[in-house]
């Protein structure tokens, strides 16, 4: 038979091991040090939220649980410009941010979306991760922001329509098309005939239903997981800017974190920022087809007549004038004689 007697040195042995056990759980599930909170304007598919939680992951294990970083995507918090006073009051400690929104603030963030300077992401990229980058940086710091020198990748952008396909210049005639919140958007498509008119993205999807208006412009990425196939019928190949999102700290929060927490988020930001960069990519690069399989309508316009209309409009050399000589010399230099 056998014996359930416990002897008292081997209870006294398990009852220490299950303290020690407790002990450890403890200090494993202990609370951070500092817990921020990171806001997106993305859904949480997209790769801009898929890196930057891999990002979160790893910077929690290195400094070893000090910083927790939760994560708000698909405008949780509100929209852009919400959001963004929430970052300057401290409410919010990080956010990425297109600069064509943040023009708002500082005005040469929006350099980046100037129409047809870039032809491609791997241009504006080259342009954006140097001398003209480190210029933009320099006036969003001077704004009271904490600013990450890698840039997140957006795209090159797109027009959807319900009613009608773009296929030239002239198609924008009137065509009430749904814009960002930035200055830049609006004067763009009203150089080019069009009828602009600046809204949240969070409300967009319901605005295109409704049809207050007609279209929108996005790269590949946002159409597909805003899931704007389903109200929009036409996406016509424009490539008619580049967009892409500023790493934004409260700059309190930032100095708060210690150096060598600092630099771990640093560095991290720097590594998942490229692996974002591939990965959106290689998603706008193959989304056409699956968007046509969706319903939609693909066409590539005629965009000669789009760059004419913005040179003969003075939109180019109103916002070299915006932007001042020495922002526009440096876009420039990538871009070509825009002005």
Request: positive net charge; contains cysteine.
């Amino acid at each position: 038979m056998t014996d359930r007697r416990v002897s008292r040195s081997r209870f006294i042995a398990g009852t220490a091991a299950t303290f020690a056990s407790i002990a450890i759980v403890k200090r494993a599930a202990r609370a951070a040090d500092w817990t921020y909170k990171y806001a997106s304007n993305v859904s949480v598919d997209h790769p801009l939220n898929v890196q930057m939680r891999q990002c979160w992951t790893a910077v929690k294990a290195e400094t070893k649980g000090r910083l927790d970083v939760q994560m708000f995507p698909n405008n949780q918090l509100g929209g852009d410009t919400a959001v963004l006073q929430q970052l300057r009051s401290g409410a919010v400690q990080f956010f990425t941010l297109d600069g064509g929104i943040l023009q708002s603030v500082v005005p040469v963030a929006a350099i980046q979306g100037v129409g047809f300077a870039f032809k491609d992401s791997a241009e504006a990229f080259r342009a954006l991760d140097g001398a003209l980058g480190d210029h933009v940086r320099g006036e969003i710091t001077k704004a009271g922001f904490y600013v990450h020198p890698k840039m997140w990748e957006n795209g090159m952008r797109q027009i959807t329509s319900s009613t009608r396909p773009i296929k030239t210049a002239a198609d924008l005639q009137g065509f009430k098309i749904r814009t960002p919140a930035g200055e830049l958007w609006v004067d763009l498509f009203k150089s080019l005939g069009a009828s602009p008119g600046p809204l949240n993205f969070n409300e967009v999807y319901t605005a295109l239903q409704t049809k207050v208006f007609e279209g929108q412009e996005n790269p590949y990425a946002i159409i597909d997981v805003a899931r704007l196939y389903e109200v929009q019928k036409y996406l016509s190949v424009t490539n008619h800017m580049w967009s892409a999102f500023h790493f934004l700290g409260n700059p309190d929060a930032w100095k708060a974190l210690p150096p060598d927490v600092q630099a771990v988020v640093e560095r991290n930001l720097s590594k998942y920022a490229l692996l974002q960069r591939r990965a959106t990519q290689l998603r706008n690069d193959t989304l056409a087809e699956k968007l046509a399989r969706r319903g939609m309508a693909i066409n590539r316009a005629d965009t000669s007549g789009f760059r004419m209309k913005l040179s003969s409009s003075g939109f180019y050399t109103r916002w070299k004038g915006k932007f001042g000589e020495q922002a526009w010399s440096l876009l420039e230099k990538s871009s070509g004689k825009l002005a």
